[in-house]
Structure formats: C-alpha cells, structure tokens
C-alpha cells in the first residue's frame, strides 16, 4: 500500500478541485500542493496510457510488479558510487540543492493502488529526468522539462505548468525560453525512450553517458545550464 490516505472524489467534487487547482496554480505557480491535486485530478486518463504501456514493456512491467519508491533508504547508496555513474550525477544534483527523495507529496486522488504508483511512480522519478538532461532547476529549467513530461505523458498539468510558468518570466526570460529551451525540450521529448518504462534503479552504476545514448537523451545545450546560477531554484514545480 501507498501510504498517504487516499480521498476518492465524486465526478462534480474532482472536477470542482481540478478548477480551483488550476486557477490558483496560474495565480501562484509556487504552489505545490495545488500542482499536485492539479495533476491527479486532470491526469487520471494520462496515467491509465502509461499503466497500459509500462505492461507492454518488459522493464516495465518489472517496475509495476516491484513498485520501487524513490526514497532514501531506497537510493541512498548512490552516494557512494563512482563519480562517472548515473547514480552519482543523481546524488550530485540532489546535494547540491539540498533535495531529499522524501520530499515528495503523496497522491491522494487516484481510485486504485495500480494507477497511484503510476502517478507516484511519475512524481517521483522527476529528479532522475533533471539529471539525464542536466536541466536546472530554476523556472525556465522546470517549465522545460515540463514540456518534455508533456511529450512522455501528455498531463494536462504539465501544458498548464509551462503555461504558468511563462507568465512569470521577463521579457528577456521569455525571449530565452521560447527561442532555446521549448524548441530543444521539444526534441529531446520526442528522440528519447518511453521514460516511464525505465527501471532507473537497475542502472544507477552504470555510466551516465552510456546511458543516455541508450535512451536517446539529448542533454540540455551548456549555454542554457549556464544560467542555472543566476535565477532561484523553483522547487513547486519539481512534481
């Protein structure tokens, strides 16, 4: 079982959430636990895709028999592996901003155990993504890799996530965004592997080079992690 109680909605009572999620989400898109109800309530088709294709995939399917959680006493060893390893980068991108694997929210809104670990699954495995693409995670990294969880599971969050987002930037971010950060996360969401059929867990020792060229991950371009320093990191947007 997910921990978490688990809040099943009526159809009046989810779409009265998935509203009111969505309206505060764009007034403030640091709110994380609206963008969380926002993703349950309006993703429930989505995850129901990536359930049916995870069956179809022989790794796949392993991740839904095992239900592997990305928490620390689960991913702690990464920490201790050589440093050309897809487990270090990983442990490097969370140290380095003090990020922990428990920090994520529970999934509240989903009717069944199957389709909770899909949305559980998906929420969690969000910070391996930012390490394969070595995006940052300021506003315009997240809005970014927001496109490419778009392109992998076509959440109704992740559209309004970028949207959102996009309101925020200035002029020149804006500018930034829309000329060098969509039109690459639009390729990299389309060459890459279903990234929800991957057991990351099983690879973390093996070197994260080899690794995205077996999943086709084109990394970000260095000029747009340059910028990672220069902006605050958006945590909400993590989910």
């Known amino acids: 079982m997910l921990e978490g109680a688990r809040l099943p909605l009526k159809g009046w009572q989810q779409a009265a ?3 009111g999620s969505a309206v505060g989400a ?3 898109p640091r709110r994380a636990d609206l963008i969380a109800a926002l993703g349950e309530t309006t993703g429930k088709p989505a995850f129901e895709r990536v359930l049916e294709r995870m069956k179809r995939s022989p790794e796949g399917r392993a991740v839904l028999l095992e239900r592997p959680r990305v928490i620390s006493s689960n991913v702690g060893h990464a920490w201790d592996l050589p440093p050309n390893t897809f487990g270090a980068a990983y442990a490097k991108f969370m140290g380095s901003r003090n990020f922990s694997p428990d ?6 809104f989903m009717e ?3 389709i909770a670990y899909v949305a559980t699954r998906a929420r969690e495995v ?3 993504w930012h390490t394969l693409f070595g995006l940052p995670t300021n506003l315009m990294g997240e809005s970014a890799l927001k496109v490419i969880e778009f392109e992998q599971m076509l959440l109704p969050m992740c559209a309004l996530s970028v949207v ?3 309101v925020r ?7 930034l965004f829309y000329q ?3 039109p690459w996360a639009l390729r990299a969401g389309m060459r890459c592997t279903d990234l929800m059929c991957v057991y990351y867990e099983r690879h973390f020792d093996e070197d994260l080079e080899d690794v995205r060229r077996r999943w086709g991950i084109i990394p970000a371009p260095p000029e747009m992690v340059e910028i990672k320093n220069k902006t605050k990191t958006f945590p909400a947007l993590r989910l």
């Open 103 to 108: 920090d994520r929210p529970p999934v509240r």
């Open 26 to 28: 764009l007034l403030d």
């Open 126 to 128: 969000h910070d391996f």
């Open 112 to 114: 069944t155990e199957e």
């Open 169 to 175: 930037f200035s002029d020149k971010q804006r500018k």
């Open 180 to 182: 060098h950060y969509f």
């Open 17 to 19: 959430v998935a509203v």
């Open 164 to 166: 959102g987002g996009s």
